[in-house]
């Protein structure tokens, strides 16, 4: 029973770190409405006393966790966590010593539930899922992400096409795109252009938009303009190339999908539904057999 308790309360705590994580932006936010509102009031107050109870006790112990899954797992990185948070739009919301924690909590928990169970194969197996299932929420998350992204872009090059001959730079067309657009590819070029706008060129703002996104549709577009930008080629004719080449992808990726369809339901119409036909069509002959018999 003892087991159990502390199992689930490292599970209440997993999901206490997830939900603050999730919401720190808010809490940032609220934070800040809170200084502005109360300034001048309590002067007198000590650091002790302003310091948030995680920075005070949930920050140590997120860190000691983290260490424990790096130490763990060699090949594990903080800077890889941080690309594949980067890759599924989740670096604003959780860190990557946050995102290690998790795991070290639903590796510690899975092992715990195991034990309350009392057969000693469970230890590992659910000591082994506790500790990839954060990696698989963050792959799915990706993939939803980037299956978005493929979606988005070649009406997102349209709408620079457009607003380039139009008139507009570069950056006026992206900032017509992001008043526009919603979704993971606008934040993306909301990025790109905030990082042109603090001082990088346009190429390494162009070349870290392709890093973060992995598409190769993305890499193609960021290698013409900054082409473009080298050869002094119109950029107009070459995001109208680019849009056309990426919507004649989606179509291609469209049509594959659709071809594969039918493979995909034989197995589950011979599993399920031709049995059943089966059995509606040949059971009132059997019937009748039996009764003639």
């Known amino acids: 029973m003892l087991l159990l308790i502390i199992a689930l309360a490292t599970l209440a705590g997993a999901a206490y770190f997830a939900f603050d994580a999730a919401t720190y932006p808010a809490q940032e936010r609220r934070a800040v409405v809170r200084r502005a509102a109360d300034y001048g009031r309590f002067k007198q107050a000590t650091a ?65 539930i195991g034990l309350v169970i009392g057969n000693i194969l469970f230890v590992p197996i659910l000591a082994v899922l506790g500790y990839k299932a954060p990696d698989f929420a963050v792959g799915q998350v990706a993939k939803r992400r980037r299956r978005q992204l493929n979606i988005d872009l070649p009406d997102a090059l349209d709408l620079l096409a457009v607003s380039v001959e139009a008139g507009h730079g570069f950056d006026g067309a992206i900032m017509k795109l992001i008043e526009h657009m919603e979704g993971p590819l606008a934040e993306e070029f909301a990025l790109t252009l905030g990082e042109m706008r603090v001082g990088q060129t346009r190429s390494d703002a162009l070349k870290n938009l392709a890093t973060r996104t992995d598409l190769p549709e993305m890499s193609s577009f960021t290698r013409a303009i900054i082409q473009a930008d080298q050869l002094g080629i119109s950029l107009g004719r070459i995001l109208r190339i680019q849009a056309a080449d990426s919507r004649h992808k989606r179509q291609a990726a469209a049509e594959e999908k659709a071809m594969k369809a039918p493979i995909k339901m034989l197995f589950p119409t011979a599993i399920f539904i031709f049995p059943v036909i089966f059995v ?14």
Not at 80 to 102: E, N, P, W, Y
């Open 48 to 112: 002790v006393e302003r310091e948030r109870f995680t920075e005070r006790a949930l920050t140590p112990l997120l860190e000691n966790l983290a260490q424990l899954v790096l130490r763990a797992n060699p090949k594990a990185s903080v800077e890889a966590v941080d690309a594949r948070l980067l890759a599924s739009g989740l670096a604003q919301r959780l860190t990557a010593t946050t995102f290690l924690a998790i795991k070290g909590a639903g590796t510690i928990a899975g092992g715990l």
């Open 280 to 293: 509606v069509v040949l059971a009132p002959a059997f019937l009748n057999i039996g009764d003639v018999f």
